[in-house]
């Protein structure tokens, strides 16, 4: 999942795009107990998960507006 490029999530399907946002929430929902326990160590993860899911929402409604 870590870093994907923009033309990669335009490729993607509407069912993809789900899956990949769900396996990042997971992620970043395991980086923050990480991070409380004192175990994570790349702390950008965090951010870089968060606006990996922005962008796949961003495009998501962007593909959607289209169709109409």
């Known amino acids: 999942m870590a870093d994907m490029k923009s033309d990669d999530i335009r490729a993607m399907s509407e069912d993809q795009m789900d899956e990949a946002i769900l396996g990042l929430k ?3 929902f395991n980086l923050r107990f990480q991070r409380a326990t004192g175990q994570l160590e ?3 993860r965090l951010r870089e998960a968060r606006r990996e ?3 796949i929402k961003t495009i998501a ?3 959607r ?4």
């Open 26 to 28: 997971k992620e970043r």
């Open 42 to 44: 790349n702390t950008s």
């Open 61 to 63: 409604a962007q593909k």
């Open 65 to 68: 507006a289209a169709k109409k």
């Open 53 to 55: 899911i922005a962008r």
